[in-house]
């Protein structure tokens, strides 16, 4: 009331005055969509019979959204929204480039096969506790994950999507899962605590938290001793959400307690929300820092593959099995951040999304195994093939895809990431990308050979017949089976996809003028 | 806890902390307050009077299921910050009308509808939280 007697404030020093276009609200959609999905679905909890009903046009909406979006990034470069109007570094701006938009797209493909598969698979008590919303208010936290731009907001999705993951963990309240709930909080609390305690430090250094503005000035920064500190800081934080060597130990020891199609959804999406966050880290905000710490990453990487499909061949568990290839996958897409090398981190772009696609139809794959053989025991089971053989089918497509064999989606990013170490002379690290390949195939290849094509034991066959749904059980899965079909068949248009991203990653400087069109507040 | 004293008191005792928290929160607008501190207090109200009166009794005061109650309060806060894409400015940004109240003119705001989204997230999930562990104690 006051200031309307005082002359009008210029309000283009602090606000952005642009008028925003409507294609801009892309950005933010895919959050705003899950948030709205989710309340509304907390609302109508009690009401079981509907909740698939909403939440399952949602997911198909979050899809059509992310798709969009990505096709909005490729035609016009990295895109930025800061909210409130006010400019950056002060608002927090929501940036996206290729590689965020590709992996929200991914992860919303990944989440409406579990939505679809869950409206099989999760009972009544499952929803009435909460299944839909969780799983929309965790992709809230895992598109806001990909697409913010700035640190401290990234903390905060993080924490998003580790509250809905808690929650969705303990579905069941069984024994198993409570156990499987302390060991995966209490680990992931320690890395979302480093994480706050390096970006803490990142504050205290730079005075912004905007990701474009510490990436100029940590081009600008001569001192590089506190930098390298905070690098391998951010490196623990993110090596531990993301399940890399030394501690990996809580993935294991949780992702096979919950229900499968959670399982799924964790495998597809948590880990690589990790790697995700240290790739921007580690190539926009400290490349010279992670040139330093290259070998570290490296070494890392290579025992993380191999321990993790070592540890695979060790299970007599489906699903504890498939844990450690997800462990195993982790480790080739920190060998391509370790490279730092266009085809390194194509290469490691490519593995995520294959990875992210594949891991969570291996899952689901491993749950609908266990309903026609009675257990996820691998050498309790049998006779798959000739029950159901076109379950048996699309599993083998998945078990050639998980370990790189031709002709579908792991393969490219395997031979892209042996050419660019052998092209820098790391020879051990393409060793290890090859041997943890033939590890995986003989892992798999066990379970392929005692779960579906030996004859099933006495004791299982005299067991009933199982009968799964062709619509809800099999449409999930058929449809990520066919998106590693395809990729692996007609690879290219992601191939360059993953290139423009690493482009965008190395050089970050549309990145940065999307977020400072003048080019910096300084 | 059910002594007569503390029995009779409750009720006029959280009536008023939530018409409190009401002012809490509209003061918040330009002073301190605002949605967390006015849903605290009345999550506060509704222990209070769970723990003189029984768990039940709060439930039915209440009508709502307090997880719904704070599923609402997200919808409150994510449409608050929608309505801008009308107006042509980013996510979140202030918006305000002046309505003619009586005498006076009343200033609304989308903040105004985040500040009570936040409150009904608060009240919802504290007092589902503190509902839950009275139940438990009474068993």
């Known amino acids: ?94 940036t996206v480039d290729i590689l965020g938009a590709l992996l929200t797209l991914t992860g919303a493909i990944a989440a409406l096969a579990g939505g679809i598969y869950g409206a099989g698979d999760v009972n009544n008590s499952g929803r009435r506790y909460g299944f839909y919303p969780f799983l929309f208010l965790m992709m809230a936290g895992v598109s806001g994950a990909f697409l913010t731009g700035d640190i401290f907001n990234l903390y905060v999705w993080f924490e998003v999507l580790l509250i809905a993951s808690f929650g969705l963990l303990i579905l069941g309240s069984e024994r198993g899962q409570i156990d499987g709930a302390t060991k995966y909080a209490f680990l992931n609390l320690v890395a979302t605590t480093f994480f706050l305690i390096a970006t803490g430090y990142l504050y205290g250094i730079f005075g912004t938290l905007n990701m474009a503005d510490i990436a ?69 905000l400290f490349p010279a820092e992670r040139d330093m710490l290259g070998w570290v990453i490296a070494v890392i990487a290579a025992l993380t593959m191999i321990l993790g499909a070592m540890g695979a061949l060790a299970q007599t568990d489906f699903r504890r099995l ?17 490279l730092a090398s266009p ?15 594949v891991m969570t139809a291996l899952y689901l794959a491993s749950g609908l195994a266990a309903r026609a053989s009675g257990g996820f025991s691998i050498a309790g089971s049998g006779g798959i093939y000739t029950t159901h053989p076109f379950l048996a089918a699309v599993t083998l497509i998945l078990f050639f895809a998980v370990s790189g064999l031709p002709p579908f989606s792991g393969l490219w990013p395997k031979v892209i990431l042996v050419k660019a170490s052998l092209d820098v ?78 482009e965008q990653l190395l050089n970050p400087i549309e990145y940065i003028r999307s977020v400072f069109p003048a080019g910096g507040a300084q | 806890m059910r002594t007569l004293i503390f029995r009779t008191v409750a009720p006029y005792l959280s009536s008023l902390m939530v018409l409190f928290s009401v002012f809490v929160l509209l003061r918040g607008h330009n002073e301190p307050g605002g949605g967390f501190i006015g849903g605290l207090i009345a999550a506060s109200a509704f222990a209070i009077y769970g723990i003189a009166c029984g768990v ?22 994510s449409v608050a910050g929608l309505l801008s894409i009308f107006a042509g400015v980013p ?27 936040v409150y009904f997230v608060v009240v919802g999930a504290i007092s589902s939280i503190a509902l839950a562990l009275e139940e438990r104690e009474v068993e």
């Open chain 1, 1 to 94: 009331m006051a200031s309307s007697a005082k002359e009008p404030v210029d309000i283009s020093v602090a606000m952005v005055t642009d008028p925003v276009p409507l294609a801009d609200w892309l950005i933010i959609a895919p959050l705003i969509l899950c948030t709205i999905f989710g309340a509304v679905l907390l609302m109508v909890r009690k009401d079981t019979r509907l909740q698939p009903i909403i939440a399952l046009p949602g997911l198909v909406a979050l899809v059509v959204i992310a798709a969009a979006l990505l096709a909005h990034v490729v035609s016009s470069g990295p895109v930025t929204m800061t909210m409130g109007r006010w400019l950056p570094p002060f608002g927090i701006s929501f």
């Open chain 1, 216 to 284: 100029l000035k940590a081009q600008a920064m001569e001192e590089k001793a506190p930098l390298v500190t905070l690098l391998s800081l951010y490196f623990l934080a993110f090596g531990m959400k993301a399940a890399a060597f030394p501690v990996n130990f809580w993935l294991p020891a949780s992702y096979h307690t919950p229900r499968v199609v959670v399982s799924a959804l964790f495998a597809g999406l948590l880990t690589k929300v990790g790697v995700y966050a240290f790739m921007r880290v580690a190539l926009v």
């Open chain 1, 322 to 338: 498939l844990g450690y290839l997800v462990i195993s996958g982790i480790g080739i897409m920190f060998a391509g951040i370790a």
């Open chain 1, 343 to 357: 085809g390194g981190i194509s290469a490691a772009i490519f593995y995520a999304l294959h990875s992210m696609i």
């Open chain 1, 425 to 502: 002379g790391a020879w051990w690290l393409a060793g290890a990308v090859l041997l943890s390949g033939f590890l995986t195939t003989i892992a798999v290849g066990r379970v392929w050979v005692l779960s579906y094509w030996r004859p099933a034991p006495e004791a299982a066959a005299a067991g009933e017949e199982a009968n799964l749904n062709p619509v809800i059980d099999y449409a999930p899965l058929v449809m990520l089976t066919a998106i590693v079909v395809v990729l692996g068949m007609f690879p290219q248009q992601i191939l360059e996809l993953s290139q423009v991203g690493t």
């Open chain 2, 56 to 77: 039940s009794p709060v439930r039915r005061a209440m009508y709502f299921h307090p997880m719904a109650l704070s599923a609402a309060g997200l919808l409150m806060g």
């Open chain 2, 91 to 117: 996510f979140m940004t202030g918006l305000w009308v002046t309505v003619p109240f009586f005498t006076e003119e009343l200033k609304l705001s989308t903040v105004l509808l985040f500040d009570i989204g």
